[in-house]
Structure formats: structure tokens, C-alpha cells
């Protein structure tokens, strides 16, 4: 439990231990100092840390090869199937199935709906059973569930399918996050988040290509329409990685049993954690409750991921391919001019991540971002701008996703004296913010608006002056919290130091 004097007394280790070098055991000394001095030029650029001992280093490779790239595809595999339910839709899905216009909006809340069920129930397992099991098992189950969706006929069994996708897939993100949070330290966190996230990119990149290939050498083989083959292929893409996450993904410091890490990877994974104090796991209780909901972080963090969430439409409505649709593009176009907005989005994300650790200013740099989404959703709100302010808007909006993957890293940093509250208010975000999100964008982007969504866009331009505001609000409570924190160490301190005196 963490309590007052616990609390204290990680803060304490962690304002001393942060994000130094760690020096390994005696033994190692001499060799760790020589190490730092051979530090390579792009410890700079990579995790600002040119003093880490060959040791460590050699450790983060480890984790970067197996943890960072397992997630990563993780994630890969649950966007393609999140992407291809939009690029269907405008590949010949609507047409076959008879849907009128807003029942993709009825798939993308059903979705939603069985996302945010399954988020809390979800986050309390992992506290139970390993992650290298729950991840990679409810993977499976959603690889099952696209191949269904390639055999449904009607929207309804679509709209059935979705929500149970949503349900199994609900387990991904928040589960990911917390464990990225429980092996990285502050200087490293931030870019393994986002390039985590980045992996969404690269599957809106993939999957417009994917889909012009297949409707172009697979529609009408076997019977099946182009749309039918992209549930298809993206279910035989998908089963092999969730395989690989029973081998490959580490568990935690404190339980780990991957073939990668030997005995000394295990035991500099546990004090690389001690020394940033961030907590292990401790027994579940009822003081969860109160320890959860008597702090402002759940609040904050919660509003915060809220806002970020709701700021533009669902999933399934893609405003850019809409735009494309109604100016009468071929649907090879419509599912490969997008793949641009991918290509912006792994580039700011992974850039924004690498200033964000290198600053050690999150809420600066998602302040940025931010200003990247607001500036877009104003030209696409004024509609009637020059023809390449337009296409830009679209592209440009796509800076603003790096948003989300720093407000979780920050939030793992905020509660990382408690592993428990970590883990809890990581669910409570995600699903807080998809429980909105279920039917906000049925009023703010109806599918009937395309693609003008004059109101939506409107909409969103104040959403992002709300995200200015609950940045700066979160940024203020840190602030004030750690310093509270930094003056209940100075009088444990001084106390100690008049004990010591007085013996």
C-alpha cells in the first residue's frame, strides 16, 4: 500500500536516482565508468542518456527487440482491424449489405460499447493472470472473430461481431501501457509509448494498400467480394503475432519469466524501477478503492483522456475518404491518398516523443501536438479555404494523435508510486474516454453530414481549447503535488539528521 511515509520515501529514491546510469554491482564499477565515457552520439537523440553503462544498454535491447516490437504488432493487428471496418465500408460493404448511412455509425458504436464493458474487468485480470496469457489469448479471440466478419451478410450480424471485437480487444491498450510504464524509466518511456502508438500509423498506411490490392486481384475470387478478402488477410496477418505473444511478452520485473532476460536482466529491472520509485504490484484489496478515488489523479487524468478521445469522429467515419468519395475518386485512391495522414502521424508522434523525453516537459509537448489538431479542424470548420489549405487540414490533423500516447505516459509517471492506481486509472481513462466516445460522434459526426460536418468540425475546434485547459489543469496538480512531496522528504531529513545528532 502506499501510504504517506512510502510514498515519501520513493519520491526520495526517485529525485536521486531518476534517470541516472545505473552502476550495476561493485565489481562492475570501473568497467561501468569506462562504458560511460564510450557512450555512443546518439544516446543524445535516442534516450538523452550517453552515461548508461554497457550493461543497461544491452538490456534496453533486449526489451526493445522483444517487449517494445511484440506490443507494437500487437497494436499493428488491432488497427488493421479497426481501419479495414472504414475502408470496407467505402470498398463495397455499404452496397452488399444494404446499409444506409448511419448504421456504420451503429458498428462503430456497437464497437465501442463492448470496448468499454470490457476495459476495468480487463485491467483487474492482468493483476491476476500473466499478460504473456491474457494478451495473446484474447488476440486470438479477435483474429477468430475477423474472420467472421468476413461471412456476414447482413449489418446486423456485422453490428453483433463488432461489439464482441470491441469486448476482446478492449484488453489491448490500457494493458500495453501499463506494462511499457513498469520496465521503462521517465527518459525512455515516452518514446516507447509512441512508437507503440506509431504502430496505428503503420497499419492506416498498410491497410489502404492492402485494400487496393485486394479489391483490385481478389474481388470477385471465390465468390467473395474484395471487402470479404481484407477481413480475410488481415485475419491471417493477425493469428501469427497473437502466437508469438505467449513466448515473447515479458510479463512484469517482479514476475518475469521471458528466455531472453537471464538472472542479472531480472534483477536490473527491479532496481532500474526502485531507483525511479516507481511501485511493484502488491496484493489486491478494497484499499484500492480509496486510494484511487481519494487522489486528484484519477480525476484529472481522467478528463484529460476524455477530451482527447472526443475530439474529432469515430473510427468508422473518416471524414478525408468521405471528402475523396463525394469528389468522385476511384476506391484505390480513396484507400491510398489517406495513407498519407499515416505517414504524418508516425513522423509527429515519434518526433513529439523524442522532445517529450529529452525535455522532460510532457504537457509543452502535447500542447503542440494539440495545436496541431486545432489549427486543422478551424480550416476544415471555414470550409471554404484554398484547394491546398484543404487537402493540408487533413493531413496536418494527423499531429495531433500524439497526444494520447504521451497523456498515458504521463499519467504512468504521475501514479508511479502505486502500482495498483497505475494500472486502474490507465483502465479508467481508456474506458471513460470510449464511454463518451460510444455516442458523442452520433450527434457532433453523423454519417449523414458528409463530408462537410460543419457541426463536427465546429465541435472540435472547442474540444481542442478544452485540451489546452486540462493540460495545463493536470500540469498545475503535478506540480504543486511534487512539491508538497519534495517538502515531506526535506522534513523526514531533517528529522533523521537531529536524531542522529541527539544519539
Excluded at 123 to 132: N, Y
Amino acid at each position: 500500500m502506499a501510504d504517506t511515509k512510502s510514498i515519501t520515501e520513493a519520491h526520495r529514491v526517485s529525485a536521486v536516482g531518476s534517470d541516472s546510469g545505473l552502476s550495476g554491482n561493485d565489481s562492475n564499477d570501473s568497467n561501468d565508468e569506462e562504458e560511460r565515457k564510450k557512450a555512443p552520439w546518439w544516446s543524445y537523440f535516442w534516450d538523452y542518456e550517453p552515461t548508461r553503462t554497457h550493461r543497461e544498454r544491452k538490456f534496453l535491447q533486449k526489451l526493445d527487440f522483444s517487449l517494445l516490437t511484440i506490443l507494437s504488432l500487437g497494436y499493428f493487428i488491432k488497427n488493421l482491424d479497426s481501419n479495414n471496418i472504414g475502408a470496407a465500408y467505402v470498398s463495397g460493404m455499404k452496397e452488399d449489405l444494404r446499409m444506409n448511412k448511419n448504421e456504420i455509425n451503429m458498428i462503430d458504436v456497437a464497437w465501442t460499447s463492448g470496448y468499454v464493458i470490457g476495459q476495468l474487468p480487463s485491467q483487474l485480470i492482468l493483476t491476476k493472470i500473466r499478460p504473456s496469457i491474457w494478451i495473446p489469448s484474447c488476440e486470438i479471440v479477435w483474429t477468430v472473430l475477423t474472420f467472421c466478419l468476413a461471412a456476414a451478410t447482413t449489418s446486423n450480424q456485422v453490428i453483433a461481431i463488432r461489439f464482441f471485437v470491441g469486448l476482446v480487444e478492449s484488453i489491448f491498450y490500457p494493458a500495453a501501457h501499463f506494462i511499457i510504464g513498469s520496465w521503462y524509466k521517465p527518459s525512455e518511456l515516452g518514446k516507447r509509448a509512441c512508437i507503440f502508438h506509431a504502430s496505428s500509423a503503420a497499419a492506416g498506411f498498410f491497410t489502404g494498400y492492402l485494400q487496393a490490392a485486394v479489391y483490385k486481384g481478389l474481388n470477385g475470387t471465390l465468390g467473395k467480394a474484395g471487402w470479404q478478402w481484407i477481413f480475410i488477410m488481415d485475419g491471417v496477418i493477425s493469428l501469427p503475432i497473437a502466437c508469438m505473444g505467449y513466448f515473447v511478452i515479458p510479463d512484469l520485473p517482479e514476475n518475469t519469466r521471458a528466455f531472453y532476460l537471464n538472472a542479472d536482466d531480472r534483477e536490473l529491472a527491479i532496481q532500474r524501477m526502485n531507483e525511479i520509485g516507481r511501485a511493484p504490484r502488491t496484493k489486491l484489496g478494497l484499499s484500492i478503492i480509496r486510494r484511487v478515488f481519494t487522489r486528484w489523479h484519477v480525476y484529472g487524468l481522467t478528463l484529460l483522456y476524455i477530451i482527447f478521445i472526443n475530439t474529432g469522429s469515430s473510427g468508422s467515419v473518416a471524414p478525408f475518404q468521405l471528402w475523396l468519395k463525394d469528389k468522385g475518386y476511384p476506391v484505390s485512391l480513396i484507400n491510398i491518398i489517406p495513407t498519407g495522414q499515416s505517414v504524418v502521424q508516425l513522423v509527429t508522434t515519434v518526433g513529439f516523443a523524442i522532445l517529450s523525453d529529452y525535455l522532460r516537459r510532457r504537457a509543452s509537448v502535447m500542447s503542440i501536438s494539440t495545436t496541431f489538431g486545432l489549427f486543422s479542424v478551424i480550416v476544415l470548420a471555414i470550409w471554404n479555404v484554398p484547394n491546398g489549405l484543404h487537402w493540408a487540414a487533413y493531413f496536418i490533423s494527423r499531429g495531433a494523435v500524439a497526444y494520447g500516447p504521451l497523456s498515458m505516459s504521463w499519467a504512468n509517471e504521475i501514479c508511479g508510486r502505486d502500482a495498483e492506481e497505475r494500472a486502474l486509472v490507465l483502465g479508467i481513462m481508456n474506458a471513460s474516454g470510449y464511454a463518451i466516445h460510444a455516442w458523442l460522434p452520433l450527434l457532433t459526426y453523423p454519417a449523414t453530414d458528409a463530408p462537410r460536418f460543419k457541426k463536427g468540425f465546429i465541435y472540435s475546434s472547442f474540444a481542442f481549447l478544452a485540451q489546452f485547459a486540462i493540460t495545463a489543469i493536470v500540469w498545475f496538480l503535478q506540480r504543486r503535488e511534487n512539491r508538497s512531496i519534495e517538502k515531506e522528504v526535506a522534513v523526514a531529513s531533517d528529522s533523521e539528521s537531529q536524531q542522529r545528532m541527539i544519539i
